[in-house]
Protein backbone atom coordinates (compact mmCIF):
# COMPACT_ATOMS: atom_id res chain seq x y z
CA UNK A 1 0.00 0.00 0.00
CA UNK A 2 1.60 3.86 -1.11
CA UNK A 3 0.07 6.21 1.33
CA UNK A 4 -1.82 9.24 -0.35
CA UNK A 5 0.66 11.89 -1.74
CA UNK A 6 3.88 9.33 -1.69
CA UNK A 7 5.93 9.38 -4.42
CA UNK A 8 7.23 6.13 -6.01
CA UNK A 9 10.21 6.75 -7.81
CA UNK A 10 10.54 5.26 -11.32
CA UNK A 11 11.24 1.29 -11.15
CA UNK A 12 10.34 0.88 -7.58
CA UNK A 13 8.03 -2.11 -6.62
CA UNK A 14 6.21 -1.76 -3.59
CA UNK A 15 5.42 -5.54 -2.58
CA UNK A 16 2.66 -7.04 -1.22
CA UNK A 17 1.56 -6.49 2.19
CA UNK A 18 3.87 -3.23 2.60
CA UNK A 19 3.02 0.16 3.34
CA UNK A 20 4.88 2.69 1.95
CA UNK A 21 5.24 6.76 2.22
CA UNK A 22 7.10 9.86 1.92
CA UNK A 23 8.97 11.72 -1.07
CA UNK A 24 10.51 9.08 -2.48
CA UNK A 25 8.12 6.57 -0.84
CA UNK A 26 10.29 4.01 1.44
CA UNK A 27 8.96 1.22 3.30
CA UNK A 28 7.74 2.38 6.77
CA UNK A 29 6.28 -1.48 7.69
CA UNK A 30 4.32 -4.39 6.79
CA UNK A 31 0.70 -4.41 7.25
CA UNK A 32 -0.97 -7.04 9.55
CA UNK A 33 -3.29 -9.60 8.90
CA UNK A 34 -6.40 -6.83 10.25
CA UNK A 35 -5.06 -4.50 8.22
CA UNK A 36 -4.75 -6.20 5.12
CA UNK A 37 -7.96 -7.80 5.16
CA UNK A 38 -9.67 -4.17 5.86
CA UNK A 39 -7.79 -3.25 2.30
CA UNK A 40 -9.44 -5.89 0.43
CA UNK A 41 -12.96 -5.30 2.24
CA UNK A 42 -12.87 -1.60 1.37
CA UNK A 43 -11.48 -1.97 -2.48
CA UNK A 44 -14.45 -4.36 -2.58
CA UNK A 45 -16.98 -2.18 -0.70
CA UNK A 46 -16.14 0.65 -3.13
CA UNK A 47 -15.99 -1.71 -6.69
CA UNK A 48 -19.58 -1.89 -4.91
CA UNK A 49 -20.52 1.63 -4.83
CA UNK A 50 -18.74 2.91 -8.06
CA UNK A 51 -21.39 0.74 -9.98
CA UNK A 52 -24.53 2.00 -7.53
CA UNK A 53 -23.27 5.78 -8.48
CA UNK A 54 -22.88 4.43 -12.23
CA UNK A 55 -26.10 2.91 -12.52
CA UNK A 56 -28.13 6.16 -10.59
CA UNK A 57 -26.21 8.95 -13.04
CA UNK A 58 -26.98 6.90 -16.30
CA UNK A 59 -30.77 7.42 -15.45
CA UNK A 60 -32.86 9.75 -17.32
CA UNK A 61 -34.20 13.16 -15.57
CA UNK A 62 -37.57 11.19 -16.59
CA UNK A 63 -36.90 8.32 -14.39
CA UNK A 64 -35.49 10.46 -11.51
CA UNK A 65 -38.79 12.61 -11.61
CA UNK A 66 -41.08 8.83 -11.31
CA UNK A 67 -38.61 7.77 -8.46
CA UNK A 68 -39.07 10.77 -6.21
CA UNK A 69 -42.59 11.06 -6.87
CA UNK A 70 -42.91 7.28 -5.87
CA UNK A 71 -40.60 7.89 -3.15
CA UNK A 72 -42.79 11.07 -1.78
CA UNK A 73 -45.98 8.98 -1.97
CA UNK A 74 -44.51 6.18 -0.04
CA UNK A 75 -43.45 8.69 2.84
CA UNK A 76 -46.81 10.63 2.88
CA UNK A 77 -48.58 7.17 3.32
CA UNK A 78 -46.05 5.88 6.19
CA UNK A 79 -46.60 9.08 7.88
CA UNK A 80 -50.47 8.72 7.97
CA UNK A 81 -49.72 5.82 10.53
CA UNK A 82 -48.78 8.33 13.10
CA UNK A 83 -49.69 11.82 11.92
CA UNK A 84 -49.72 13.37 8.36
CA UNK A 85 -48.63 17.19 8.26
CA UNK A 86 -49.89 17.49 4.89
CA UNK A 87 -52.71 20.12 3.90
CA UNK A 88 -54.05 17.51 1.75
CA UNK A 89 -54.64 15.34 5.14
CA UNK A 90 -56.16 17.86 7.20
Request: hydrophobic share 45%; with cysteine; charged share 20%.
Amino acid sequence: MVAAGSLVAPNTTVPTGEIWAGNPAKKLRDLDAEEAEFIMQSAVNYSALARIHAAENAKTPEEIQVLSSTLVNRMHAKLHAVACPVPCCL
